[in-house]
């Protein structure tokens, strides 16, 4: 097929002519959602990075559509837009590049009319200053439309072949590397996690018991039609379908937050590790920002303790203040037992010299077990990274144990499913440590690895998560 690069009579200005106003508005959004994709692809950028530098890019829930699903889908559509275009675009002219991967992920993803993505993608060239692309994108994304035609017309002819085309689906948007470590790590099951990783996530409720029964809130939830599945744990429910979180009953009153069920094991777990006899524990979130285990942990500790300290520490000061406001509205920033503190927690004095009972350490890692709700993890996650993440991981172990009480308890956990991570740093850390010991831990979810225990995106309504627990030996 022969595009034609240049469209006849557009050497005018184009905003003059068309100008941004409210018909251009999903004109723009497609804009802002290519510049975001720009960011991630070219600038290295994290979603979370869009989200907190450039909030007006991923303000709508059509930004959020777009740029989720582009970056979960971008490795098959990059090369189905790149096989159709004659030659490369210059640099220039990326942006035009992300334009037909929105477009294109819309006419394979989303059942909008394809003529309305067509005329938008068109427009949208408009509102990027490049009206001569229009014939271009016109016909790249017509092309585009007649193969999902096509292959609407093939659709597998059973179950089997269903599944095998989820595979290949999926394996498509998968770096090879990633998924040749699943396979590696995970012989038996690593179809299942491919496939599970392009899956959308569900949208998961802790309830606030310092601020509501359980009972009540799922009550409400059933009064404005929510309707949601209960877990193992009483203040857990998973929604059947998500929904904006402002939405909820009594979200500006803090009874709720949105917290995946894999995260809300820690501050049980943690919980069920203290010794018998504590009365008022002292306890460190050593990496807690923005505070999802923290709060959970707090919730709690004021559950079972007449009193407890609970010290938030983290390196970044502006995710300590997000962090602030989250607790605000949740009903605990104002909290005497609750202390943030901005440190590196690698530092031998992070802080001061407190000691503790019990020590959540939420390490920083790879994020392999949340593909699924942060797509862009798997465009820009490197084989080596795991290697330092690694180093720092130890390092955090390390330093934190001597902040750990005699008798006390550390919970390690990432959020990644790759053993560099999770055994293999508890591994190093017992040989070198010569007064920890494992502790054995039975979750709610999930199995046991040989040092600690993994949930996997695999498991119902789980992000893939690892757990373990080291006991600090007392003096004799
Ligand atoms: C996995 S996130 C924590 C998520 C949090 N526990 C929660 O449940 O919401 C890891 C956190 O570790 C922090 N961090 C990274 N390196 C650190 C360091 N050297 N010292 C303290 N915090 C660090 C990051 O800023 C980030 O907020």
Redesign the pocket.
């Known amino acids: 097929m022969s595009f034609s690069w240049h469209t006849k009579g557009t050497n005018q200005d184009p905003k003059s002519k068309v100008g941004l106003n409210k018909k251009n508005e999903s004109a723009r959004t497609r804009m802002e959602v290519c510049k975001a994709l720009q960011h991630i692809i070219e600038g290295g950028r994290t979603i979370d990075w869009i989200r907190a530098e450039k909030s007006q890019w991923i303000s709508t829930p059509l930004h959020r559509e777009l740029l989720y699903g582009t970056t979960r889908h971008y490795l098959s559509l990059q090369q189905a837009v790149t096989e159709l275009l004659k030659k490369p675009l210059r640099d220039k002219d990326r942006d035009l590049f992300q334009l037909l991967i929105v477009g294109a992920y819309q006419l394979k993803y989303t059942g909008i009319a394809s003529y309305a993505i067509i005329n938008e993608s068109v427009n949208a060239c408009i509102v990027l200053g490049k009206p001569w692309a229009r014939g271009l994108v016109n016909a790249v994304l017509r092309q585009l439309q007649r193969s999902a035609e096509a292959a609407q017309t093939e659709k597998p002819k059973d179950v089997g072949s269903e599944q095998d085309l989820a595979l290949t689906n999926a394996s498509s948007d998968h770096p090879a590397w990633l998924q040749e470590k699943l396979a590696s790590q995970y012989p038996n099951r690593w179809q299942a996690l491919v496939i599970a990783n392009n899956q959308r996530a569900p949208m998961t409720l802790r309830i606030n018991s310092t601020k509501v029964e359980p009972a009540f809130y799922k009550a409400k939830l059933r009064e404005d039609d929510i309707s949601f599945t209960e877990t193992k744990m009483v203040e857990t429910v998973v929604l059947d379908a998500a929904q904006n979180a402002e939405t909820l009953p009594s979200w500006l009153a803090g009874e709720v937050a949105v917290q995946d069920l894999s ?1 809300q094991l ?1 501050a049980n777990t943690l919980m069920a590790l203290l010794p018998p006899h504590i009365a008022e524990p002292s306890i460190l ?10 709060f959970h942990l707090h919730e709690r500790l004021s559950a079972r303790f007449k009193t407890h300290q609970l010290f938030a ?4 000061q502006k ?1 300590l203040n997000e962090t602030k406001i989250i607790g605000t509205r949740l009903g605990h920033s104002k909290d005497p037992r609750l202390t943030m503190l901005c ?4 530092k031998e004095d ?1 802080c001061g010299d407190l000691q503790f009972d019990g020590i ?1 350490l ?4 790879s994020g392999s077990g949340t593909i699924r709700r942060n797509p862009d993890i798997r465009l820009l996650l490197k084989a080596d990274h795991l290697a330092a993440h690694q180093d ?1 991981q130890l390092q ?1 172990l390390h330093n934190l144990w001597h902040r750990l009480k005699d008798g006390g308890t550390l919970l390690y956990s990432t ?1 990644s499913i790759f053993e560099e991570e999770n055994d293999q740093v508890i591994k190093k850390f017992v040989e070198a440590q010569v007064d920890a010991t494992r502790v054995s831990l039975q979750l709610k979810y999930g199995s046991a690895t040989s040092l600690g225990w993994q949930l996997l995106p695999t498991e119902k309504n789980t992000d893939g998560f690892y757990y373990a627990g080291l006991a600090k030996a007392e003096k004799t």
């Open positions: 995260a820690a979130d050593a990496c807690a920002a923005p505070g999802g285990k923290l520490l983290d390196n970044k995710r440190a590196d927690a690698t992070c959540l939420d390490a920083p890692c720092l955090l959020c």
